[in-house]
């Protein structure tokens, strides 16, 4: 069994830069694959970044790619989303998830957190 939990969200001016950690219970956390995913008001759940359990394989929604940079400490059971340049569309709740097999933007992740607001005010 996996939890994990999303902080780091809050209040930043377009061109800011904010960090993002998804943190996890579990001994087998190091084994999971990580996505982070946002809905913003309105809209479908969409793709953000996923990395695999080595942190070797990484993939990224072409929106924010550039901008954002998904790592992880294994030795922390923490993944990392660094967002750099925000944007007032980039406006959402964001969500980590976590699975097994590394398929990136497949929603079908087995634990989700609850989410972490992120505002980016123009």
């Known amino acids: 069994q996996v939890q994990v939990v999303e902080s780091g969200g809050g209040l930043v001016q377009a061109g800011g830069s904010l960090r993002l950690s998804c943190a996890a219970s579990g001994r087998t956390f190091s084994t999971y694959s990580v996505g982070w995913f946002r809905q913003a008001p309105g809209k479908e759940r969409e793709f953000v970044a996923a990395i695999n359990w080595s942190g070797g394989s990484i993939r990224y929604a072409d929106s924010v790619k550039g901008r954002f940079t998904i790592s992880r400490d294994n030795a922390k059971n923490t993944v990392y989303l660094q967002m750099n340049s925000l944007k007032p569309e980039d406006t959402a709740v964001y969500y980590c998830?976590?699975?097994?097999?590394?398929?990136?933007?497949?929603?079908?992740?087995?634990?989700w957190g609850q989410g972490t607001q992120v505002t980016v005010s123009s």
């Open positions: 998830a976590a699975k097994k097999s590394f398929t990136p933007a497949n929603y079908q992740y087995d634990y």
